[in-house]
């Protein structure tokens, strides 16, 4: 049995239905903040159910055909909506509204790092630091959530080949920088983030 589903195990033995929650993107410049939640089926487990970064690309797409067989609700805050609520606010808003696109009510809600509110939840919410490589259920939402993020920043990255979003997935690396430098910002980038606002008037349309 994995290592990993011990926190459930342990800290809620006499609960069934408990939920993860995980963001992607947060950390980004550019491409949306994406939210997942879900409640694995008791006693389902599976060993590459681990923290999103420890997978590859095939493994985590493998993995969320796997995951989606249990109770999985995604929301996607667009880079829009994060420039007005920041990433912090757009991250809890994304985790309130995929508890509310949950097909049942969990017992017992799990988020990573985050101890958001859900309005009219008399159940349990507790948020783990590194819940994702503690919480079986954190992990699997991370990886729900991470593959949403760069399938969409992949179809960014056909409409804007330059900026190498396929790559790096909307974050702020030396090459993404070049690529900012020398073409300005493209529509999906964050107009609040430091970066990008060095460029405002090479913003692509």
């Given amino acids: 049995m994995s290592n990993i ?3 459930e195990l342990e800290n809620y033995p ?3 239905l408990i939920a993860g929650f995980d963001e992607v993107g947060r950390g980004a410049i550019a491409g949306p903040v994406v939210v997942a939640c879900v409640i694995l089926k ?3 487990s599976h060993h590459l159910i681990k923290d999103s970064k420890q997978l590859n ?3 985590r797409i493998m ?3 796997i995951i989606r067989e249990n109770a999985v609700a995604v929301s996607i805050k667009s880079h829009d909506f994060v420039d007005i609520h920041n990433p912090k606010q757009s991250s809890i808003l994304g985790m309130n509204e995929a508890f509310t ?3 049942i009510i ?3 809600c799990l988020v990573d790092f985050e101890e958001p509110q859900f309005p009219n939840f008399s159940g349990i919410v507790e948020g783990i630091v590194k819940g994702d490589q503690k919480s079986l259920n954190i992990a699997a939402a991370s990886i729900i959530a991470k593959v949403v993020q760069e399938q969409i920043m992949i179809k960014y990255d056909q409409q804007y080949p330059h900026y190498g979003f396929k790559t790096h997935k909307g974050y702020y690396t030396k090459n993404h920088a070049l690529t900012l430098e020398k073409h300005g910002a493209c529509q999906y980038h964050r107009k609040s983030c430091v ?3 060095k460029y405002p008037q090479k913003i692509l349309m």
């Fill in 5 to 7: 589903l011990q926190y």
């Fill in 106 to 108: 969990p017992e017992v």
């Fill in 63 to 65: 993995m969320s055909k």
């Fill in 101 to 103: 696109k949950l097909s």
């Fill in 42 to 44: 008791s006693g389902f």
């Fill in 195 to 197: 970066p990008v606002q």
């Fill in 57 to 59: 690309s095939k493994q």
């Fill in 14 to 16: 006499n609960h069934q």
